[in-house]
């Protein structure tokens, strides 16, 4: 029975070990994710692992550095429409840098996930650190589990997911809902599927500068209805955060953010501006799209599209079905990260006092102490 991951994104904090070595392996002092509760138990059992009131004393970390509008055209049969952004043209399209493909892994307690940032190929794309692609049939979910460091941006695709912290806050997420939650100087809370049908969504983790990381933990909620959303030309998009078409997002991004959820019918074309400097990527949902330009190869569903530099990017469909994507860019901290689990911070010293804040319940994790949630009913 396979028990450990070496890259989770959600663990609840009794999850959290000490270091030994048994039946084969080493447990490397990291966040562990176990499947079920009796596989944690048989382990627990054999003398492998210890509880959370272990002090850490090795670390896994991560360090790392830093159109003009036009005519239709017909090519090949089908129709083209050009199409202009809100900010001006698009004089420097940006080229496709590498593309990955994002396969199913388990991830919390019984759920899936297409990880596409934080992978080993693409550990973090500053100012990203990771986009799960997640589905979650119940029971599973992501039970209660810590954050520090960053902002976690949940977009709901299908289905209803509920959510609840330390604090009190909790709420219930249907299609097209957005949740920007600023994790701050510490968040414990859980994340679960709600009704019968499975939760299906986007996870988005963006860091904070070092002088956000102990800021005081906020949230930013936007209904579906709320979410600013245009529509042109065969091209729809919901404006998540950021601006296109002329069209802004109410959701403060500390860390400067564009995030555009696009959907565009076949024969249509999008040229849309992304700052020069910022990193950008693409994650595609269905359909394929051609990126960077007209004659490059058609990209399929689940594969990232890393962008290189430029002051936008142009997307066609010239197939015969709607694709559907997200393009998400930032602006880079070009700061060190060190992140351990769920935790982001800029130095190892940091992350051992990170740990220690949330083992003894202090400097904002004073609420986890005895905390755990309960259902939310839908």
Known sequence: MQVFTPHLCRIPRRF?????TGGGYKVDLRFTNFW????????????????????FTELDLVSRGTCSQGASSVKSGVNLIAMATEAGAVTKPRKVVRTLLSKEQAEGDGAKVRRSIGR?????LDPFLLLDHF???PPAGFPDHPHRGFETVTYMLQGIGTHQDFAGHKGIMGP????????GRGIVHCEMPGGNEPSVGLQLWVNLAAKDKMIEPKYQELSNKDVPKVEKDGVKVSVIA??????KS???????TMYLDFTMQPGSSLHQVVPEGWNAFL?????QIIVGSEDASPIDSFHTVQLGPGDGVSVWNKGSSPAQFVLIGGQPLNEPVVQHGPFVMNSREEIMHTIRDYQLGRNGFERARGWQSEPVNI
């Open 120 to 124: 080993p190929e693409m550990k973090q």
């Open 36 to 55: 079920n509760r009796r596989s944690f138990g048989q382990i627990r059992r054999a003398g492998r692992i210890s509880r959370a009131a272990d002090f």
């Open 242 to 247: 950021g601006e296109s078409f002329g069209v």
């Open 176 to 183: 097209g809902d957005l949740q920007w939650m600023t994790a």
């Open 250 to 256: 109410p959701v403060y991004t500390r860390t400067p």
């Open 16 to 20: 959290i070990i000490g270091g030994s």
């Open 283 to 287: 994650y595609i949902l269905q359909g």
């Open 135 to 137: 589905t979650v049939t």
